[in-house]
Structures are given as C-alpha cells and as structure tokens.
DNA sequence: CAAAAGTTTCATTTTTTATTGAAGTCTTTG
DNA sequence: CAAAGACTTCAATAAAAAATGAAACTTTTG
C-alpha cells in the first residue's frame, strides 16, 4: 500500500551516503544519454541495494511519486537494465539492478545514434538533390559541403559497430 | 541596424528547402551533444550559405531574437564551429561555418564525456570507502558492483583517445 | 466473485531550460 | 568627442520536459 502519500516522505532522507554517490552518478550519466533524473535515480539505488526493491521502497526512499516509479521501471526494464525477480510470499515485483552496463550504451547507440545518423544520411541525399537547382557558384559550394558531411557521417556509422563491439565485450 | 524588431518577421520563411533540410539536420544532431536548438538552426543556416552572413541575417532568416543570436555565436565560436571573416565595407561581423565537423565530436568528447567519466571514477572511490564500513556481507556484494562499475568506466575511459583520433583523422 | 493489492496511465502541475528584448557596453565614424 | 551602430548581458517570460497523483485497470485472494 501507497501510505507514503498519507505520511508524505516518511522515510525521506533515509538514503546512505553510499546510496547518495551511487543515485548522483548514474543520475548524471544517465542524463547523457536523454534518460530523466528519476531513471537515474531508480538505477542508483538499485545498483547498491543488497536486495531487490519493490516499487513501494523505491516510492519511499527516493521520495519520488507513484508515476514517476512506475515510468522509471518501465523505461528501465525496457533497457534490459533492471529485471523483476520472484520474491516468495509477496505479491509485489521486486526488482534488481542488471549490472550489465554495456546494455546503456547499446541501447543508446541503437535507439538514438544510429537512427539519427541514417536519418541524416538520408537528409543529405535530398539535400543535394536541392542543390542541383541552384546557379552554378552556389551549387559547387553546396555540393563540396555537402560531401564533406556525408563522409563524416558515413564515418560515424562505420564507427558504430566496432564500438559496439568494444562496449560488450 | 535592427530593423527586425520594427517589422517583426519581415523574412521570415524565406528559408528555402535546402536550408530547412540543413538546419533541422544540425538542430537534431546538435541536441545530441547538448546544444539548444537556437545553435542548430545558426550553423545549420551559415552550413549551406554560400556568403557570410551577419548576425543580422541570422536574426531576420531565422526569426530568432538579438539575444539568441548573439548567445548562438558565441557557443559556436567557443567550440570553433564558426568563425568571423572580415567584410570590406562593412562593419558587421560576418560568420562563416567551419567545415570541420570534428570539432564538435571533439568540443564534446573533451568538454562533457571526459569530465563526467573522471568525475564518476573519483565518484567510485568515494563509494569504495563507504563500503567498507557495511556489514560483510552487504560489504561483499557492493565491492563487487563497484569494480564493475569501475572496470567498465575505465574501459570507457580508454577508448575516448582512440575515438578522438578516429574522429579527427 | 467481490474486495483489496499492485500497477499503469495520463491530464494537470511543477520544474527546468531556452528565448526574448530592453538596458548597458564597447567601437567606430563624421 | 558625441552620436550612431554593433554587439553583449541578463532579468523576465515563454516553451519544453519531467513529476505528480487521482482514476482506471489488472491480478490476486479470501
């Protein structure tokens, strides 16, 4: 039960300074990469706790709402970075950190990155079309511009998988 | 002189379609590394400009206010992304964009990634210590986590020249 | 199978971040 | 050297993003 909101932080600021250093780092990390501070902070306790959390203390000890909770877990379970384990006798999820860190990384480079380069790659494609249009000066400038950009980018992307690699490993 | 603010918008969408594709391109890659959008739609402009352009320009092609582009050019400045060029006859500054678009990579890599990684493995020691004051068991289980975390930062750590060079090549 | 527990959803509110533009500074020029 | 032009700053405002919590939904249990 929710009673937190009844006896609202109660057991605010109960968290260790251990708990602190751990919430503060992958809060910042995690903002790197577009996720919320209360993703982060979820992670950040979780990535300490010495056993896994319900929802519920997850509520108390950060002191954060229902929602966010619920969000937080979802966005995290859905990186891989946090799983639900059985806990016998109690009928709330419990949850552990999955100390997996290269599961971030890929994430991001597979949900952001890597979209964004091909959206870009493709931008250019129409891009020079546009460029075909323009008096002669013009398009010479453009088109010079607009090759330098796309190796760039094409070089970012033969990068990806090697980083991958790198990052799992 | 800023005429802009007495008819407000006077050029306003006179962007043409190469220069929209240019500047939501740089908008999305830019928000990846931080900037604001104000930023992304500067360079994305001066990216396909065959001329320099005054601060001017910028505020009247892109709608944006005196401050935003003042405030634009100079993060572009600061991480090299733009420079001034001198204009005989005029007394304005006028931009162009640097081609170079490591620099950004770099600015960021060196300015955001690095610091965050440094502080995050002094962050580690701090924890290291606070561990050893739990109870064995909780003891054993955090250390563990922690050189991890640890491992996995420094590999990051390592990689970031590698990246570097890679992307300045 | 109804009541309670656990969880999710989402409209509203709060917080954070970015933009605006008026006031101020510095620089050029007649 | 005063006035105008070019630019910067920053307090106020607007826009965007995140957090809240009541209502709805799902699952469990007596």
Redesign the pocket.
């Given at each position: 039960?929710?009673s937190a909101?009844a006896t609202p932080g109660a057991d605010r600021g109960t968290l260790s300074a251990l708990e602190i250093e751990s919430i503060e780092l992958f809060i910042s990390f995690f903002k790197l990469i577009g996720l919320?501070?209360?993703v982060g902070e979820i992670y950040g306790l979780l990535f300490v706790a010495p056993q896994a959390l319900?929802?519920?203390d997850l509520i108390a000890r950060l002191g954060?709402?229902?929602?966010?909770a619920?969000?937080g877990?979802?966005v995290l379970r859905t990186v891989g970075a946090v799983k639900a384990v059985y806990t016998p006798g109690?009928?709330?999820?419990h949850y552990v950190a999955d100390l997996e860190l290269s599961k971030f990384a890929t994430a991001f480079i597979r949900e952001d990155l890597k979209p964004r380069l091909v959206r870009a790659l493709e931008r250019i494609d129409t891009m020079e079309s546009l460029a075909n249009k323009l008096d002669p000066e013009d398009r010479a400038t453009a088109e010079e511009r607009l090759e330098r950009l796309k190796h760039w980018l094409k070089r970012g992307e033969s990068m990806l998988p090697w980083l991958l690699k790198f990052l799992v490993k």
């Amino acid at each position: 039960m929710y009673s937190a909101a009844a006896t609202p932080g109660a057991d605010r600021g109960t968290l260790s300074a251990l708990e602190i250093e751990s919430i503060e780092l992958f809060i910042s990390f995690f903002k790197l990469i577009g996720l919320q501070k209360s993703v982060g902070e979820i992670y950040g306790l979780l990535f300490v706790a010495p056993q896994a959390l319900a929802m519920d203390d997850l509520i108390a000890r950060l002191g954060i709402s229902l929602g966010a909770a619920s969000q937080g877990l979802k966005v995290l379970r859905t990186v891989g970075a946090v799983k639900a384990v059985y806990t016998p006798g109690d009928r709330r999820d419990h949850y552990v950190a999955d100390l997996e860190l290269s599961k971030f990384a890929t994430a991001f480079i597979r949900e952001d990155l890597k979209p964004r380069l091909v959206r870009a790659l493709e931008r250019i494609d129409t891009m020079e079309s546009l460029a075909n249009k323009l008096d002669p000066e013009d398009r010479a400038t453009a088109e010079e511009r607009l090759e330098r950009l796309k190796h760039w980018l094409k070089r970012g992307e033969s990068m990806l998988p090697w980083l991958l690699k790198f990052l799992v490993k």
